[in-house]
C-alpha cells in the first residue's frame, strides 16, 4: 500500500511563495506517476501539476504555468510543488496523487491560502 503525505501549506500574502512536500511511502519505481491537484471551496478537484519518475518530464495546468514548478528527489522519496507569485485564486486544499499501471492514490491534502 503506498502512502502519501503532504507537508508545507500555510497562509501567505499575494505575491509570496510556498513550498508543498509529499514524501511516498515504499521506493517509487520507474512505472509511478506523480502529480499535484487542487481543490477550491466548492470546486472540482483539478490538476496543477505532473512528473513522470522515470524521465522527469513535467506537464502543468495553464494557470501555473511560469509560476509553478514540480520536482522530486528520487534519494528522499519526495515529490515538491514550488509555488511562486501566488495569487488569491490559488487558494485550495493541495492534494498529492500516485499512478502506478491502475492504481491511484491520493494524500489527505495541505490547505494554502493566499491572502490579497
Known amino acids: 500500500q503506498v502512502q502519501l503525505v503532504e507537508s508545507g501549506g500555510g497562509e501567505v500574502q499575494a505575491g509570496g511563495s510556498l513550498r508543498l512536500s509529499c514524501l511516498v511511502s515504499?521506493?517509487?519505481?520507474?512505472?509511478?506517476?506523480m502529480a499535484w491537484y487542487r481543490q477550491a471551496p466548492g470546486k472540482d478537484r483539478d490538476f496543477v501539476a505532473g512528473?513522470?519518475?522515470?524521465?522527469?518530464?513535467?506537464t502543468y495546468a495553464d494557470s501555473v504555468k511560469g509560476r509553478f514548478a514540480i520536482s522530486r528527489d528520487s534519494a528522499k522519496n519526495t515529490v515538491d510543488l514550488q509555488m511562486n507569485s501566488l495569487r488569491p485564486e490559488d487558494t485550495a486544499v493541495y492534494y498529492c496523487?500516485?499512478?502506478?499501471?491502475?492504481?491511484?492514490?491520493w494524500g489527505q491534502g495541505t490547505q494554502v491560502t493566499v491572502s490579497s
Open positions: 515504499g521506493r517509487p519505481d520507474d512505472r509511478y506517476y
Open positions: 496523487y500516485a499512478q502506478r499501471v491502475q492504481d491511484e492514490y
Open positions: 512528473i513522470s519518475w522515470i524521465n522527469g518530464i513535467r
